[in-house]
């Protein structure tokens, strides 16, 4: 390969006090913020939609059914610019959004589009989780005297949770990488600071090389702290067990 590798020229002057690693730096904090805020909110409303899809009620589990059917069928860019161009034209308080400053706007518009689609797929995850529990446990806890919510809060949802820490591993890595499209709305998160770079200075190889090997550590981090989770939380008997 004749290319000739300048890796010093991350260490450039990219103007105001900043260098083009720099760039790469905000970038990796905002991928970083983007994609935690995002699998917090998802967590969230994954596990209470996926619930709502194992309860008795039939209302209640056809509009967790919906949401999952609407989120999860419907393209993320699609749901992206729904966000950030349709919904402060909608929603009550809109106009505050819209005063905002853009780069305010376009954080929270990909944070709440990325966690309402990785919440529709923790959603199954969820209901798969509780389903494959023995359905005894459900029984012994009502026979002991708990209510239903008593039941999924104190032994259906934290038995399912723990056989389901191997699945969200790869939907957690899945929230960092999907934050890449918040570039399409002018995030400059990671991905967009690597394209950047590469405009200001025609060296792909580095800007890139550098930006995978952030994505890299990322995925990294996370594996080996769901990994720690998992060994912290597994139950004799259940699925991963000992």
């Not at 459900?138 to 699945?167: D, E, K, T």
């Not at 200075?201 to 995978?212: G, H, M, Q, W």
């Not at 990322?218 to 004799?236: C, G, K, Y």
Request: hydrophobic share 50%.
């Amino acid at each position: 390969m004749s290319y000739e590798w300048h890796w010093n020229v991350l260490l450039e002057n990219a103007g105001a006090h900043e260098t083009y690693l720099d760039w790469i730096l905000n970038g990796f904090a905002y991928t970083m913020a983007l994609g935690l805020g995002a699998w917090v909110i998802a967590l969230v409303m994954g596990t209470l939609f996926g619930i709502l899809r194992t309860v008795p009620n039939r209302a209640l589990s056809a509009i967790a059914a919906l949401y999952v059917e609407i989120f999860r069928n419907v393209p993320l860019i699609v749901q992206l610019f729904v966000w950030y161009f349709v919904m402060p034209e909608l929603v009550p308080g809109g106009e505050r959004i819209k005063q905002l400053a853009p780069m305010q706007q376009q954080f929270i518009a990909a944070t709440l589009c990325i966690a309402s689609y990785m919440g529709a797929r923790i959603c199954e995850q969820v209901r798969a989780g509780i389903n494959s529990l023995p359905r005894g446990q459900r029984a012994a806890g009502l026979a002991l005297g708990f209510s239903l919510p008593q039941v999924y809060r104190y032994v259906l949802v934290p038995n399912a949770l723990r056989i389901m820490v191997p699945p969200l591993t790869s939907e957690f890595m899945s929230t960092f990488k999907n934050s890449a499209v918040a570039s399409t709305i002018g995030l400059l998160e990671l991905a967009a600071q690597g394209r950047q770079l590469v405009d200001y200075t025609a060296r792909p190889y580095e800007s890139f090389v550098t930006v995978t090997v952030m994505y890299g550590l990322i995925n990294l981090t996370v594996m080996v702290f769901m990994h720690w989770l998992e060994n912290r939380t597994r139950v004799a008997g259940l699925i991963g067990g000992k």
